[in-house]
């Protein structure tokens, strides 16, 4: 009988060490969902739009869609995409967005959308700063009326972005507290915080950010909690307002390109750059 459970909490044990192991080495392909593509010409997912090309700090080209906006001091939304797709699923925001008479910038991380490159949570802070090099130098934006979006995961790029490089704004959608509080969420049988390379502290940084900040939530999130999002907006430093969109999920429309959200980027712009 004892042999037996010897025996069997060995095997229990070798299969947590493989598990764990395997995460260890896998956990990038659990974190980022790049899709490759095909990406369609900028003009045929979003009118009025062009396609450029970003280049990061450590030499990579990224490919980006730039939507100008309707006069040469209209106010520009940088959005930074969520850790799955590519920028096209985001060409309704930029749609409507444009449609508000604000300029959009969709751009694709490394090891999406066709970009070389693997993800990671250093690399991904170099590829938003090479969105907003190219937006200043080449959009002829001016940084005072620069806004930055972050989906989910692009919540937290554009957070550390802000903490150097201060916006006139910033919209989060669906944050979490960081990324082993979410990870505990969907493997809390897992030492998830021991085991993760990229930690992406959003509620940490956003205390540090001194603009206007905007959350956006979905009631329903099964991805990110609501009470995480909740967390992030208490943490704030600048919070101006929380936007709930009752009974959404983390991928529901009305949180891609909804009334509720589009609205409150616009409300965020107006109110930040006097628009």
Known sequence: MLRSVLRAALIGVIVLVVVVGLLWTFQRRLIYLPDD??????????????????????????????VPGPTADAPAVLV???????????????????????????????????????????????????ARDWLLAEGGVSANRLLYYGESLG???VTELAVAHPPAGLVLRSPFVDLAAVGREHYPFLP??????????????????????????????SIVPPEQSKAV???????????????????????????????????????????
């Open 37 to 66: 593509g095909p990406v369609p010409a900028a003009a045929d997912a979003v009118p009025g739009s062009r396609d450029v090309e970003l280049t990061t700090a450590d030499g990579l080209a990224l490919g980006a869609w730039f």
């Open 80 to 130: 930074a995409n969520g850790n799955g797709g590519h920028r096209a699923v985001r060409a309704p925001l930029a749609r409507a967005l444009s449609a508000a008479g604000l300029a959009v910038l969709l751009f694709d991380y490394r090891g999406y959308g066709g970009n070389p490159g693997s993800p990671t949570e250093a690399g991904l802070a170099l590829d938003v700063r090479a």
């Open 155 to 157: 919540a937290v790029v």
């Open 192 to 221: 998830v915080r021991l085991l993760l390379r990229d930690r992406y502290p959003v509620a940490e940084q956003v205390a540090r950010v001194e603009v206007p900040t905007t959350v956006v939530l979905g009631t329903a999130d």
């Open 233 to 275: 907006a208490a943490a704030a430093g600048q919070l101006h307002r929380t936007v709930e969109a009752r009974g959404a999920d983390h991928n529901d429309a009305v949180l891609l390109d909804g009334d509720q959200l589009v609205a409150a980027v616009v409300e965020l712009a107006r109110l930040t750059t006097g628009t």
